[in-house]
């Protein structure tokens, strides 16, 4: 199993950006994918998930309306565009799936929210 995400960079407060998260040595179609991001010295918290059913949605409070995550199952990736981004919006931001009870990690995208 493997989740490799990309996409993160240095961003101005209120910009966009969009993350990838690519999948690989397992069905990606069966399973749930997670967003989760770990800012600066505090611990990581969960972002975002999508099911593997019929791609059903689910946010934390602090990105609801602002982040959008979205899959393709073609392309074994999916996303998380993010909107309106804000200075706390600055973490490590990793995918992660549950397979046979065990959790996979990516290796985590940077991203900086700063003017």
């Known amino acids: 199993v493997q989740l490799v995400e990309s996409g993160g960079s240095l961003v101005q407060p209120g910009g966009s950006l969009r993350l990838s998260c690519v999948a690989s040595g397992f069905l990606f179609s069966n399973y749930a994918i997670n967003w989760f991001r770990q800012p600066p010295g505090k611990e990581r918290e969960w972002a975002a998930t999508i099911s593997s059913v019929d791609d059903t949605t689910a946010y934390a409070d602090s990105v609801k309306g602002r982040f959008t995550i979205s899959r393709d199952n073609s392309k074994n990736t999916v996303y998380l565009q993010m909107n309106s981004l804000r200075p706390e919006d600055t973490a490590v931001y990793s995918c992660?799936?549950?397979?046979?009870?065990?959790?996979?990690w990516g290796q985590g995208t940077q991203v900086t929210v700063s003017s």
């Open positions: 992660s799936a549950r397979i046979n009870r065990l959790d996979f």
